[in-house]
């Protein structure tokens, strides 16, 4: 069932409105779905960005506490075998995850 969708007056400038003409033409659909793509495809790209950002900063604040960990001591030290071999387990269970 398709839900209702509420009709929304945008102004566009010349060169804007050329621009979206372009894209529509490129890729045979009208003005209008062209500009929902538009807005579909930019919204996913930042909620994307954003996703990407908070790991990111996840993964500094992980680094930083493990840093403080090492410096007071509190940790192992890993032989470069052992890096290779938890990344090469990381692997077979995300593979696993995946299929």
């Known amino acids: 069932m398709k839900t209702a969708s509420q009709p929304v007056s945008v102004r566009l400038d010349p ?3 050329r621009r979206a003409s372009a894209f529509a033409r490129q890729r ?5 779905t062209a500009l929902r793509m538009i807005i579909s495809e930019h919204l996913d790209n930042a909620e994307s960005v954003a996703e990407l950002d908070a790991a990111l900063r996840w993964q500094r604040d992980k680094a930083w506490e493990t840093l403080g ?6 940790t192992d030290e890993l032989s470069l075998d052992d890096l290779r071999e938890a990344h090469a387990e990381t692997l077979r269970k995300s593979r696993r995850h995946e299929g």
């Open 69 to 74: 960990r090492w410096e007071r001591g509190e």
């Open 15 to 17: 060169q804007l409105m």
């Open 28 to 32: 045979k659909v009208g003005l209008t």
